[in-house]
């Protein structure tokens, strides 16, 4: 079967976003004192959005005030410094730009916040991705399938049209639960 939609994660599966996420999450941590995370720990930390990310960043019994203080803190902070070291896998960019040369539409459905999916999307792949869906208000992040619903309605593309591609436990049942098939990576 051809498919005629390939929707992408983003992190970890377009791109390597890493160090980026690490060094963000220790310039929150040390503006209040915390000790900071490895890149392992960072690892084991992404996949279900930047919440997610910073409230497991911190430690435990952190109170809601300062985790709320702290997560505009490292938004503001990576967003800034989203490019400093992010970079794509070795291949994709010529991949993706291929499968837009051959009609294929593309899409992004991150837990990353819009404004920095955007921005990564968009210096990294300009306009080979044509639709790029991050975490914005009154959308449910992944493993909910919705970011993958407003892709498919913006793209004009059904179920049997698509593939989702991701790399990560997450990915796989936000797949499932929008009905596509999937590629892990």
Do not use: W
């Not at 208000?137 to 970011?147: C, H, I, Q, R, V």
């Amino acid at each position: 079967m051809k498919y005629s939609t390939v929707i992408f994660d983003l992190d970890g599966t377009l791109i390597d976003t890493l160090e980026d996420l690490k060094n963000s999450v220790n310039y929150t941590l040390s503006l209040r004192g915390f000790p900071e995370r490895t890149y392992d720990e960072v690892k084991s930390f992404v996949g279900n959005g930047i919440a997610k990310l910073v409230s497991r960043a911190l430690p435990e019994g952190t109170d809601e005030k300062t985790f709320e203080e702290c997560l505009a803190v490292f938004h503001r902070h990576y967003l800034e410094h989203s490019l400093d070291l992010t970079a794509p896998y070795e291949g994709i960019c010529g991949a993706v730009a291929l499968l837009k040369e051959s009609g294929v539409k593309t899409a992004v459905v991150t837990n990353k916040t819009e404004d920095a999916a955007i921005k990564i999307v968009k210096r990294f792949f300009g306009d080979s991705i044509d639709v790029i869906i991050g975490q914005a208000e009154g959308l449910a992040p992944k493993p909910a399938p919705d970011g993958v619903f407003e892709a498919m309605k913006k793209l004009g593309s059904s179920p049997s049209d698509c593939i989702y591609v991701g790399d990560s436990e997450v990915d796989c049942a936000t797949a499932r639960n929008a009905g596509l098939p999937v590629i892990g990576c």
